[in-house]
């Protein structure tokens, strides 16, 4: 199985440093929050591109994916009723788009709950603006050759696309082959509906699932806390999931390396016991 680590948990590194640890603790690669990179990642030139990806090579990991990707600039939206604010904020996915695909990445996934909130009384218009801007980004993606994951967040993150069920229609609305879903195993926990292996075995077959991260309930790492990854990391297996499987948790305990190391110690762990 291949893991990544999302970079934010170590953002006080250099990106070269970030790159150094990770794979020295274990990880393939990292998943990428553009803004710990710049606060203006979409401009050309705020990231040294060459530079970025040659730390990663140096390290013998690969960045596997982009995520938090609407968190700089400020002032985005997929749902205001502004057109020009939409029409910026899309300018910015397709610019990530491109970026994902310059570093080496295969998927996006855009989560962003801050940039995807509904305007009280404005509701059902807001989520069909949401639907034409991801729709307007598939034919970059195809061109960059990268799937573009949306995000089901819990209520208390996400007042919009709060199930993969929801994410899924919303896919297949679009239908294109480039723009799919993901798992997000503290979302699925606080939901507290389905199981993230049941959604697996649900979504995944099916071609909607391309990416999935994993951290408990509790926002820590996983295995600090009560939600069990060997059932999860047996579902993806019994359908063989070939996508990267980062590490993402929010609470950073005790430390952000810490919960790093302990999290891929533990994922490691299981791995071997599956493959008995």
């Not at 596997?64 to 985005?76: E, Q, T, V």
């Not at 310059?102 to 855009?110: F, I, P, Y």
Request: with cysteine; aromatic share 6%.
């Amino acid at each position: 199985m291949k893991f990544a680590l999302c970079n934010e948990v170590i953002r006080e590194l250099p990106f070269a440093a970030q790159c150094e640890f990770a794979a020295r603790l274990g990880y393939d690669g990292l998943e990428v929050a553009p803004f710990t990179l710049s606060d203006r990642p979409h401009e050309p030139g705020a990231i040294a591109v060459a530079a970025t990806r040659k730390a990663a090579q140096d390290a013998g990991i690969e960045i596997a994916s982009l995520h938090w990707l609407l968190a700089a600039p400020d002032g985005l939206s997929i749902t205001d009723g502004d057109a020009a604010v939409r029409a910026r904020t899309v300018d910015v996915m397709r610019r990530l788009i491109n970026l994902c695909g310059e570093l080496g990445g295969k998927v996006l996934v855009h989560g962003s709950p801050a940039q995807r909130r509904l305007p009280p009384g404005d509701e059902a218009s807001a989520r069909q603006r949401a639907l034409a801007c991801f729709a307007a980004i598939a034919d970059d993606a195809r061109a960059a050759k990268v799937i573009y994951c949306i995000e089901a967040l819990a209520p208390a993150d996400a007042d919009f696309i709060n199930r993969v069920g929801e994410a899924a229609a919303m896919v297949d609305s679009i239908a294109s082959p480039n723009l799919r879903t993901m798992l997000d195993c503290c979302a699925t926990a606080r939901l507290g509906e389905e199981t993230p292996e049941a959604l697996i075995d649900k979504w995944l077959p099916s071609g909607h699932i391309a990416h999935l991260q994993v951290n408990d309930g509790n926002g820590r790492g996983p295995g600090q806390g009560e939600l069990r990854f060997a059932p999860i990391l047996s579902a993806l297996q019994r359908h063989n999931y070939a996508g990267t499987i980062a590490v993402e948790p929010f609470d950073y305990y005790p430390d952000g390396p810490a919960s790093a190391a302990r999290a891929i110690g533990y994922l490691r762990g299981i791995e071997e016991t599956l493959r008995v």
